[in-house]
């Protein structure tokens, strides 16, 4: 059997040659976890104590804190839409990819049309 671009034997119509360029779902290191945790905490700490020390009433007071935890939760909201939009987009890459695959390995060069 020969060998064709992607370093696979020929595949047959029931085989898949996997792809070379198949992307790694890439880990986070823990140092980078603990960093964005620490930086987190750090953050909302400082927010809070800035909050409760604020030369205001109350009622400021507490208008700053909900603006500030509506602002949290929806950084997180956008922050898991983005990533599940460009998580969707790799599985479409990923089928397309398979699709063309399938196609290269069925079709020979030398057949007469």
Partial sequence: MSEYAGGCERATSAQACPTSDTPVKQQSTAAFYGQAVASFSIATAATAVGIVRLDADARVRGFVGIAVLHLVTSAFT???VIRDRQEAGQIVSRVDQ???????AEHDPFEKV
Wanted: charged share 40%; net charge positive; no cysteine.
């Fill in 78 to 80: 956008l922050a898991k």
């Fill in 98 to 104: 398979a699709r063309l695959e399938k196609l290269l």
